[in-house]
């Protein structure tokens, strides 16, 4: 299950309800929250026959080069109809993933 169809799943069971002081709270169960963490801990891969990305953004495309699998950084270009990666190359992958987020001693 993807990340976004986790967040559905989580959202459409909220349950919101007055808490003892009279303002509206939001309930989620321990099962829902458990799906959307583990949603977040490990980002799928996405078929480009499925889902596109958003154009102009980089993310991580996989691909098959004589039966094995390589990997690079690309941005889907505006046209829709290919990739332009971070070495000038042009690609036609199979899945694509958002880039992961930088190491956090990086952001200090």
């Known amino acids: 299950m993807g990340l976004r169809q986790a967040a559905q799943v989580v959202v459409s069971s909220a349950v919101s309800f007055r808490n ?14 458990e799906l959307l963490r583990a949603a ?23 691909y098959k080069h004589y039966g094995d699998w ?16 971070d070495d000038g190359f042009t690609y036609w992958p199979s899945h694509w993933r958002p880039m992961p987020d930088p190491p956090r001693d990086a952001l200090k």
């Open 40 to 62: 977040l801990a490990e980002p799928e891969w996405i078929l480009c026959s499925e889902r596109l990305p958003e154009m102009q953004e980089l993310y991580l495309i996989a």
């Open 70 to 85: 390589r990997y690079a950084i690309a941005c889907y270009l505006i046209d829709g109809t290919r990739w332009e990666g």
């Open 20 to 33: 003892e002081m009279g303002s509206w709270t939001t309930e989620i169960k321990h099962q829902e929250l």
